[in-house]
């Protein structure tokens, strides 16, 4: 079986989906090593079209894919991908995730979805993590300049009045306990049976690494959705159909 050429492909009818895949499919591509025994299925929108292209890979009964939430645990199973879990498999090859924001030095917010956690996991297993996300989420510069609703953060739910208070202290501007809106009353519950706290910070211009470490060490904070040098390299699809893949500080390729 031979894999789909991107170009020969049917345009889909909105454009951000478009994007969306454009970007899923390139990463896919050109990243997933010939000899992979291991590659990480990140959640969220985009990350469905990564899915879809790995479960069309001529050689994919040789790799074994790893979960970051229960949505990619399905999208393993749609896309009839070989599973395993994080616990039973500690070395990664590659990691495909969306994110919410990239800066231009690789940086991301993640967690808009809620599966910070296990996604922080399973990169943290991971040879590389590359990121796939539409125009939307290439940030001018620093992180939170694009994504306004603030630093995604898992917490204890006992912990959760406590942390609050604690990020005020360190100078958040609002706090909101997420809320599972319409579909449910009360707060959103991870994967992991935790809350979600959305802290904003405003844009995010001083020492990211000193700020996640300093929400990290409070305790109730699971895991932050700040992800600090942690990607090799990002995929943004373009309004034009285009694809640009940033592989450094300021480093961009559009194709
Ligand atoms: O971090 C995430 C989930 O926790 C997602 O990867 C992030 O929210 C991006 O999602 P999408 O591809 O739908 O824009």
């Known amino acids: 079986m031979t894999l789909v050429d991107i170009n020969s492909l049917e345009p889909l009818a909105d454009p951000l989906e478009q994007a969306k895949r454009a970007a899923a499919y390139m990463a896919v591509d050109q990243n997933v090593p010939k000899d992979a025994k291991f590659v990480g299925i ?3 929108s985009t990350v469905v079209y990564a899915a879809e292209r790995i479960g069309q890979l001529p050689n994919k009964d040789q790799f074994i894919c790893i979960p970051t939430s229960f949505q990619s645990k399905q999208l393993i199973f749609d896309n009839d991908l070989k599973f395993g879990t994080i616990d039973q498999y500690l070395n990664v090859d590659i990691t495909f995730d969306g994110a919410d924001e990239v800066d231009s030095r690789l940086n991301c ?3 808009g979805g809620a ?3 296990q996604e922080k996991l399973v990169a943290s297993c991971s040879k590389k993590l590359v990121i796939i996300a539409d125009y939307r989420k290439k ?3 620093y992180l939170a300049e694009n994504w306004r609703k603030g630093i995604p953060i898992e917490v204890v739910p006992i912990a959760w009045i406590k942390v609050k208070n604690d990020l005020i202290n360190f100078g958040a501007r609002s706090v909101q306990l ?3 809106g319409t579909q449910k009353a009360g707060p959103v ?5 935790n809350f979600i706290m959305d802290a904003d910070f405003g844009v995010i211009d001083g020492d990211i690494k000193v700020l996640n470490d300093k929400i990290r060490g409070l305790v109730g904070v ?3 959705g700040l992800f600090v040098d942690m990607v090799e390299k990002a995929y943004f699809g373009n309004k034009d159909g285009s694809v640009t893949i940033l592989f450094g500080e300021n480093v961009e390729e559009t194709i």
């Open 115 to 117: 599966c910070l956690f």
């Open 42 to 44: 990140g959640s969220g």
């Open 139 to 141: 940030s001018p510069r």
């Open 222 to 224: 699971v895991e932050t």
């Open 189 to 193: 519950v991870t994967d992991n049976g």
């Open 178 to 180: 997420r809320q599972g």
């Open 109 to 111: 917010i993640k967690g």
